[in-house]
């Protein structure tokens, strides 16, 4: 079992940057593969990015590619969301997942982290 603790959310203007970081516990941290949802008020919860457990291959919403890159430090346990160029519509709780038995995360996927809050004014 793993557990995930995101932090980096915050205020932000538009055309800002933020990176968001999610620590992982345990010792089989690249057996996992990562990725970000996010919820905006109101709306159903959405798929952002995921990168795989080796981090040899990433996949990215629409919506957020170009702006939004995926990257893991399996050494630190730890995967980030860089999130450049940002838009109002981007405001939403971000949330970290981590799936051990499939190479790519989805609403399926069992683990969670609680969210970050993310605000982009406009």
């Known amino acids: 079992q793993v557990q995930l603790l995101e932090s980096g959310g915050g205020l932000v203007q538009a055309g800002g940057s933020l990176r968001l970081s999610c620590a992982a516990s345990?010792?089989?941290?690249?057996?996992?593969?990562m990725g970000w949802f996010r919820q905006a008020p109101g709306k159903e919860r959405e798929f952002v990015g995921g990168?795989?457990?080796?981090?040899?291959?990433?996949y990215y919403a629409d919506s957020v590619k170009g702006r939004f890159t995926v990257s893991r430090a399996n050494a630190k346990n730890t995967v980030y969301l860089q999130m450049n160029s940002l838009k109002p519509e981007d405001t939403a709780v971000y949330y970290c997942?981590?799936?051990?038995?499939?190479?790519?995360?989805?609403?399926?996927?069992?683990?969670w982290g609680q969210g970050t809050q993310v605000t982009v004014s406009s």
């Open positions: 345990g010792r089989t941290f690249s057996s996992y593969a």
């Open positions: 997942v981590a799936d051990r038995y499939q190479d790519y995360v989805s609403l399926a996927s069992a683990y």
């Open positions: 990168i795989s457990g080796s981090g040899g291959r990433t």
